[in-house]
Nanobody, 124 residues
Framework: QGQFVESGGGLVQPGGSLSLSCEAS??????????IGWFRQAPGKEREGVVC??????????YVKDSAKGRFTISRDNAKNTMYLQMNGLKPEDTAVYYC?????????????WGQGTQVTVSS
């Protein structure tokens, strides 16, 4: 059974940076077939996609939420089977629980993995 172990959240001042990571176990983050992404959910709001990278077989495009453009970057370390979210220039409105996600189409159904979530708080 695949799973993610997520880490890296915390409290940071406005303008600061944080790096979130999600280590996958029980499956390989093969970007040929997996779409990966980072989502967040603020109190009282719906979960929203922040940065997503489509699988190579789907074109490999990267989606970045407008408010995150130029500040958030998604990446992956093959050797560590880990995906990352680098967040710079953080703003109070970035405060939320952040979740990593990987999913693929397998034998006609979507297989999806989610991290447990990590709190990011941007405050002075």
């Amino acid at each position: 059974q695949g799973q993610f172990v997520e880490s890296g959240g915390g409290l940071v001042q406005p303008g600061g940076s944080l790096s979130l990571s999600c280590e996958a176990s029980g499956f390989t983050l093969d970007l040929d077939y997996y779409a990966i992404g980072w989502f967040r959910q603020a109190p009282g709001k719906e979960r929203e996609g922040v940065v997503c990278m489509y699988s190579r077989v789907s074109g490999g495009a990267i989606y970045v939420k407008d408010s995150a453009k130029g500040r958030f970057t998604i990446s992956r370390d093959n050797a560590k089977n880990t995906m990352y979210l680098q967040m710079n220039g953080l703003k109070p409105e970035d405060t939320a629980v952040y979740y990593c996600n990987a999913e693929r189409l397998w034998v006609g159904r979507i297989v999806a993995y989610w991290g447990q979530g990590t709190q990011v708080t941007v405050s002075s």
